[in-house]
């Protein structure tokens, strides 16, 4: 049996920006992709915590250290820049991995920069 595990979580992260013309997902500051080990066109869960939303898309690379956490395209329409929101990450694995495994967790500040530990 294989299980969907949480892979990847960064927590609370401030949407940076929202752009409706454009194709469509999320892009995230690179600097934090490296961080909660997530790759550009990785599938996520991005959900709001301003108005319950919950989406799944992909991710497009930022720049680093910009801080930038944006919704694309039709996503756009579902957030509002100041809104916490947390992106999700899950994988498939054996039960006796899925035993063991320990999520990638990452908080971040005020300025979406991962907080030190």
Request: net charge negative.
């Amino acid at each position: 049996m294989k299980r969907i595990m949480l892979k990847s979580k960064i927590h609370r992260a401030l949407l940076t920006g929202t752009e409706l013309d454009y194709e469509g997902s999320i892009s995230i500051d690179s600097l934090l992709l490296k961080e909660a080990d997530l790759l550009p066109g990785e599938q996520v869960h991005v959900l709001n915590l301003n108005n319950g939303s919950r989406i799944t898309t992909y991710i497009i690379e930022a720049l680093a250290e910009s801080g930038t956490m944006m919704l694309n395209g039709p996503a756009a329409r579902l957030g509002a820049i100041g809104d916490p929101i947390i992106v999700l990450s899950y994988c498939e694995m054996t039960e006796e991995e899925a035993r063991s495994i320990e999520p990638r967790i990452v908080l971040v500040d005020q300025n979406n920069r991962p907080k030190v530990k």
